[in-house]
């Protein structure tokens, strides 16, 4: 007997049609048939009711910011211009896609370390707020502004003193590349001033994917007290505190999602008792995952179905070239599966245990491991559910001569 592994939770509110998985009102095979298979799909209506929810859940004056990097597809990125309060990117690429989509650069940011002089150039040139990782890069972008003749935009990114517990990636509390140490924060930010550019504030992230309502609350009080800390340290208010995000979506057996409405309690709350420095200063946080990620589901169809001394292996045109987080080796330790169903049989019963793999030749492409299924085969429709966020572009799809899945957004 082979030893079933467990999947992921579905998201919520994902339903059958004539007994397919539906996305945005349309069953998942004639999505395939229309556009070809593997294919990311991507709903309108569940951005638009995350966002619906997180805004009823966070206080009034709490900006929502996009951390594109999560999914920079065109036509979503349009979507989130619309819904989001700023767009935050990460390098020049995505700074041209921002615009594209329509963002204006006063509510762009641009955070990363290792930003080459020209990226700097035309962020000055567009008026986008730089979040300035260390000393020098803040001479480079001085200097690029007095070439230029323009006043360039500067937040300073600050390498926390703590980090976000249970987070999935630490960015903060120790040695990092991100951000510069907190005595270093004052003598740049004097420097800005000294140097006539427009010092916009701080940018504090320290970690990402938390589930834990408690941790985050933890992280934010952490960050308005280093917030308030380091204004007093300069003399002068910050206009913009970004607070970082850190927000987690459930990937895996066992995961549970957030509980927002707590978080945006204690937040509401620590936003009335700020030290008086902080008293006119505007705050944000920027998620990525936790706005798109369960809105995108990836789709790819099986093209073989085989025994291997005893065991069932269905295998996909897809895989880790698309999904490479759903295959267990975009930062995770231990393989676990994603949730994930048989899309056009979404509401049969499992009956066996198979291994759904991609069609890369290597040991890695692995979808789902031992999962409990209803029977499939050749020509049905694998779901991988999750894939609004670090799927696409987070993935190599030129390996193996494989070449990008296509994407859509849908109702
Ligand atoms: C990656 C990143 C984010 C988004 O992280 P999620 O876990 O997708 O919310 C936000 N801010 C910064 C600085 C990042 O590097």
């Given at each position: 007997m082979i030893k079933t592994k467990p999947t992921g939770p579905i998201p919520s509110g994902y339903q059958a049609l004539d007994g397919e998985l539906a996305i945005g009102g349309r069953k998942a095979s004639e999505l395939v048939a229309e556009n070809g298979s593997p294919l990311f799909v991507y709903s309108s209506g569940r951005l638009d009711a995350r966002m619906r929810q997180l805004r009823a859940a966070m206080p009034d004056a709490l900006d929502l910011h996009y951390a594109m990097k999560a999914n920079p597809f065109q036509p979503l990125l349009r979507h989130m211009v619309d819904l989001a309060d700023g767009i935050d990117i990460a390098s020049g690429g995505e700074m041209r896609m921002a615009l594209a989509a329509g963002a204006a650069p006063e509510h762009i940011s641009f955070a990363g370390p290792g930003k080459r002089d020209e990226e700097l150039e035309q962020a000055i040139a567009a008026g986008v707020t730089i979040n300035i990782e260390s000393p020098s890069e803040c001479e480079r972008a001085l200097k690029i502004g007095a070439v230029l003749d323009r006043k360039p935009r500067l937040a300073i990114r600050v390498n926390p003193d703590f980090d976000l517990k249970g987070s999935g990636m630490k960015m903060g509390g120790g040695a990092k590349p991100f951000g510069m140490d907190i005595d270093l924060v004052a003598p740049t930010v004097k420097r800005i001033l000294d140097a006539g550019a427009d010092w916009r504030g701080f940018h504090i992230f320290a970690g990402s994917q938390a589930l834990s309502a408690d941790a985050i609350i933890e992280t934010q009080a952490q960050t308005l007290e280093l917030a308030g800390r380091l204004a007093t340290m300069i003399g002068q208010a910050p206009d913009h505190v970004n607070l970082g995000g850190g927000f987690g979506i459930p990937y895996f057996p066992g995961d549970e999602q957030l509980d927002i409405a707590k978080v945006g309690k204690a937040l509401g709350k620590q936003l009335e008792h700020l030290p008086d420095i902080l008293s006119s200063t505007r705050f944000a946080i920027e998620l990525g995952r936790y706005l798109v990620g369960e809105a995108g589901v990836y789709l790819t169809r099986i093209v073989d179905r085989k025994e291997s001394q005893g065991q069932t292996f269905l295998v996909t045109d897809g895989g880790l070239h698309h999904q490479l987080a759903a295959s267990g080796n975009f930062g995770t330790v231990v393989r676990r599966n994603y949730p994930a169903a048989i899309a056009n049989r979404f509401e049969e019963e499992p009956s066996e245990t198979v291994s759904i793999v991609g069609c890369l030749c290597t040991p890695l492409d692995r979808l789902s491991d031992n999962a409990a299924m209803p029977k499939a085969g050749v020509g049905d429709i694998v779901a991988i559910f999750?894939?609004?966020?670090?799927g696409a572009t987070a993935s190599p799809a030129t390996f193996l001569g494989q070449g990008p899945a296509r994407e859509l957004l849908v109702d």
């Open positions: 999750c894939a609004g966020a670090y």
